[in-house]
């Protein structure tokens, strides 16, 4: 049942990325999109798993992610949002756009 298991080829590339395989994922999804995550190494020219892929274009190379500190307005904006809402992350994750972690 469910889906077998993407990373079970041998001989695929695990552990950190090279600054070559970025600008291969980078390049692909610019011209390309990403449409399926478990065809797009294959085309990239990868030999990743759709998943490290999916993951390393998420977190880390995804062009409009913020880094770095908030901003006081940001700051403020997720204080006023937790005196609201207390702890429920997913409320504060919907209001607050292109943070991906806090």
């Known amino acids: 049942m469910g889906r077998s298991p993407c990373c079970n ?4 590339k ?21 449409g399926s995550w478990r065809a797009l190494p294959k085309q990239a020219g990868l030999n990743r798993c759709g998943k490290s892929c999916r993951l390393r274009w998420t977190n880390y190379l995804r062009p ?12 403020q904006t997720i ?6 809402l207390g702890n429920k992350y997913f409320p504060c994750h919907i209001i607050i756009l292109n943070l991906t972690h806090f």
């Open 9 to 12: 080829e041998n001989g695929l």
């Open 14 to 34: 695990k552990g950190p990325w090279t600054p070559e395989e970025d600008q291969k994922l980078v390049q692909h999804i610019q011209k390309h999109g990403h």
């Open 64 to 75: 409009d992610i913020k880094r770095g500190k908030f901003s006081q307005e940001e700051e």
């Open 79 to 84: 204080l006023n949002l937790h005196s609201i």
